[in-house]
């Protein structure tokens, strides 16, 4: 029988997101085994159905000596399992595992759902990562993208070939797990935020200005869509039914030919809807991203803009004190541009 290791950086990851994927490689009649740190609760609800074994991985540290126990902890699991192939997920699997799994000659296969900070900011440790990154990439049997952008940036860095690599439709989250809960009229204004859950997408932002309009008694609920493809509108449609308002934050892109313009698009079209007040789009300007910090502070979406389209949605003059801090597009502290 083929064994199959799925390594992750959490239990947690391996039993929210890949849970489907063993139990259907399970089916078709691999041996799966799960690697990554046992955690006491979700590694012990994998081993009730799979075998599991425990590395020593912390995911957030940057202290290379954790990082050569990981290796070497994989290595000894390696060794002792056997297994025929490795699929990694996340940074450092991608990277460690792989190299590991070079090491003695079984396959690997990478899977790379982003570009992460790793190569949006430019400092000595991510320059390091994106070094290991590119030994890693020559050890691994195979990459799989989760769209188009990311592979022909990874090809452009000439850090894989079209050859080795595909593109896959998606994380593999169960949406008959993670779904909607419909809840009765409440009457709060719901104000929609597109954008993954990280300070480089402006949730600090997000946060900051929601405290501050619970202050001013202004309640809402934050829509985190579950997929863009396809497009999940079921959630969005179900709250403006009741709350008539609608406020698209999507920090990310531009007015047009976006994520967002296409949820507004939709509504549109859906004569269910009936909205109370023309609903409101906030991007990023429709021009290229500047680098210089002349330009910047101007560019990306503040915490007062926020607040600013909140009280033309609900005719409330907002009492509010924000640290508006200006974001701008520089790998660190000390640059100072322009590029």
Not at 268 to 273: A, F, G, N, V
Not at 295 to 312: A, C, G, L, Q, R
Request: hydrophobic share 40%; with cysteine; aromatic share 10%.
């Amino acid at each position: 029988m083929i064994k199959v290791a799925i390594v992750l950086n959490s239990a947690w990851q391996g039993y929210n997101f890949r849970l489907n994927l063993a139990r259907e490689l399970k089916r078709s009649n691999y041996e799966v085994v799960f690697v990554a740190p046992d955690d006491g609760e979700y590694s012990h609800k994998l081993k009730k159905e799979f075998s599991f074994e425990d590395v020593d991985l912390k995911a957030t540290s940057i202290n290379p000596i954790n990082d050569l126990r990981l290796c070497i902890s994989l290595f000894k699991v390696y060794k002792k399992i056997k297994p025929n192939i490795v699929l990694n997920f996340t940074i450092k699997p991608n990277i460690y595992s792989a190299i590991v799994a070079r090491i003695l000659k079984i396959d690997s296969i990478n899977n790379i759902t982003g570009q992460g900070t790793v190569f949006i900011k430019k400092t000595f440790v991510t320059q390091i990562v994106k070094l290991l990154y590119k030994v890693s990439l020559l050890c691994t049997s195979f990459i799989f993208f989760q769209n188009s952008d990311d592979r022909n940036f990874f090809i452009d860095k000439k850090l894989v070939t079209l050859k080795k690599s595909d593109i896959l439709p998606g994380s593999g989250v169960d949406t008959n797990k993670f779904c909607q809960i419909v809840r009765k009229d409440d009457k709060v204004f719901r104000f929609l935020m597109v954008a993954r859950i990280i300070r480089d997408k402006g949730i600090n932002e997000f946060i900051e200005a929601a405290k501050e309009l619970n202050k001013n008694g202004i309640m809402f609920d934050h829509i985190d869509l579950q997929t863009i493809k396809p497009l999940d509108l079921k959630p969005i449609k179900q709250s403006l039914k009741k709350t008539k308002k609608l406020l698209v934050l999507d920090t990310i892109s531009h007015p047009v030919c976006s994520i967002g313009s296409e949820i507004l698009s939709q509504i549109y079209l859906d004569k269910e809807i009936k909205l109370s007040k023309s609903p409101i789009l906030l991007t990023l300007p429709d021009i290229p991203s500047p680098t210089s910090s002349f330009y910047t502070k101007d560019f990306y979406v503040s915490k007062k803009d926020i607040v600013k389209k909140i009280e033309i949605l609900t005719n409330k003059k907002i009492s509010i004190k924000l640290r508006d801090n200006i974001i701008h597009d520089v790998p660190d502290l000390k640059f100072k541009g322009p590029f």
